[in-house]
């Protein structure tokens, strides 16, 4: 800038407010712009939030194929086709073992032998089928095929019942009953096997657990609609209708406790029944087949009337602090995770263990790490007593062959056979849930204790050379409980939440 004789500016005197005053326009026009792009970014991400899924298709009642569900919910379906993968943690998952094809069984792939891993398997369930195969669980996308093509259908001729909870059965049920799902269950209850595996075409689906039109979850299999109603009985709620009593909270309980759970087949009809009237314990399930005088086999080294526990994860989560606190199977087996503006259920159901950082974390605010080595704890203590109480089963049935083969009588063996009946089915009921005493290690524990006396009160029997039988098992004293609740917010309860042959 310069400066005349006279004093005044020369031209260049007001260039420097001119550039600030542009620099200024530059950067307010830059913000506005940017401010408003996040603006629309915030309005868009809140339109996603409220548009839960997009229609492409119309979804009807009749709508089975996953396939189909996936053009309307593309993220959901996707994590769902997941379950195709296996991966094992320390006690559970399943590890991908090559299988040769054959015309029997086509499967390039199966999961290991449950029963080469622990021969005592065999024994305790010797004369049954599942002492011939027995595996580890694949995921959901496998239900219907391992099921379909396991050794056991060759040892047994299975009922049309395993449909049940191994296929989507809610519209072949419709279909086969004329509109009327429960006719259609029993009718199909009856079937062969090979025949109602005709009228399903795929594993469980979208259609199993959602109503299509408003995609509010349900329950659709009958074995759920009675059990869980003779449960609410007992807690003094009459008439229980699931479907239009439980909270949303209950309901991501409910639709998998359809299927695991403990059942049996009941009478030459083979109606799936669960077996809660007594309570949904281990041993007040087992008090109610003493009542029945149901067995699933005889014992064919023994000749003890014996009980087969099926995958009771429902029941024994019932019984621990996570059911309590009103945590449901969802919010650990399908956690909810961000698509963009959507938040959407994690539909590749596993073990927490292979996601611990959405499945625990959200609640334990401890590391990875951390909460693996506990729930490994957890489980290891449980495996441990599970091993002495299958040591105890094993000497149990080993005494018993020895008295046979001196010429024991079925009178001098009755009390020893009761004992193995009741120590065998709540081992049973632990080696079959699948959680290896996570749900609630307490329960677990208290289980096996009882298993491990029996089993020795059994040795005694055949000591004594025939002792009077057991009673039938009940729930310790001071420990008899109504029907497990679910807790909402700071404690506040708000329901009572809550199934099995040769299967």
């Not at 995609?215 to 449960?231: C, D, H, S, Y």
């Amino acid at each position: 800038m310069t400066t005349t004789q006279d004093g005044t500016k020369g031209a260049g005197a007001g260039r420097p407010a001119w550039r600030w005053l542009v620099l200024t326009v530059v950067l307010t026009a830059a913000i506005a712009v940017g401010v408003t792009a996040l603006l629309v970014n915030i309005f868009e991400r809140k339109q996603e939030g409220r548009d839960t899924f997009f229609r492409v298709v119309e979804l009807t009642d009749d709508t089975v194929d996953p396939a189909i569900w996936g053009k309307n919910f593309p993220f959901q379906y996707d994590s769902y086709k997941r379950t195709v993968d296996q991966q094992r943690t320390r006690y559970g998952g399943s590890e991908a073992v090559p299988h040769q094809p054959t015309s029997a069984d086509p499967r390039s792939v199966v999961a290991q032998s449950r029963l080469d891993e622990d021969p005592r398997l065999r024994t305790m369930w010797a004369g049954y089928a599942f002492s011939k195969d027995f595996r580890e669980e694949r995921g959901h996308a496998y239900m219907l095929e391992d099921q379909t093509y396991t050794e056991r259908q060759h040892v047994t001729k299975q009922p049309g019942t395993c449909i049940h909870c191994h296929g989507s059965v809610y519209v072949p049920y419709r279909k086969l009953g004329g509109g009327d799902l429960i006719k259609g269950f029993e009718m199909m209850n009856r079937m062969p096997f090979g025949e109602a595996r005709k009228l399903v075409e795929h594993p469980v689906a979208c259609i199993d657990c959602h109503e299509p039109k408003t995609m509010q979850l349900r329950v659709t299999r009958p074995g759920f609609l009675e059990g869980i109603k003779l449960v609410k009985a007992k807690a003094g709620i009459e008439n229980y209708d699931v479907n239009t009593m439980a909270t949303r909270q209950e309901m991501r309980t409910y639709v998998c406790g359809q299927c695991h759970v403990e059942y049996y087949f009941k009478g030459p009809e083979k109606r799936l029944t669960y077996p809660w009237r007594d309570g949904i314990k281990g041993d007040e399930i087992l008090a109610y087949y003493e009542k029945e005088g149901f067995a699933d086999w005889t014992h064919a080294e023994t000749g003890a009337r014996t009980l087969k526990a099926q995958h009771p994860e429902f029941e024994m989560y019932n019984q621990g602090i996570h059911a309590r606190s009103g945590v449901a199977c969802a919010d650990c087996h399908m956690p909810y995770q961000r698509e963009g503006g959507l938040k959407v259920s994690d539909h590749w159901v596993r073990s927490p263990l292979l996601n611990i950082n959405r499945a625990c974390q959200t609640c334990h605010k401890w590391s990875e790490a951390e909460l693996q080595a506990r729930a490994q704890t957890i489980q290891e203590r449980v495996f441990g007593l599970r091993n002495r109480a299958m040591d105890a089963l094993m000497a149990l049935i080993a005494d018993q062959k020895a008295s046979l083969a001196k010429g024991a009588t079925d009178a001098q063996l009755a009390a020893s056979r009761s004992f193995q009946r009741q120590a065998q089915f709540l081992l049973d009921f632990v080696e079959a849930e699948n959680s290896v005493g996570f749900h609630a290690p307490e329960e677990a524990e208290r289980l096996l204790a009882i298993s491990i006396d029996y089993s020795r009160q059994g040795q005694i029997a055949l000591l004594r050379g025939g002792a009077p039988a057991p009673p039938a098992v009940q729930a310790p004293q001071g420990m008899t409980t109504a029907a497990p609740a679910t807790t909402g917010p700071a404690g506040s309860k708000v329901g009572t939440p809550a199934t099995t042959g040769q299967h």
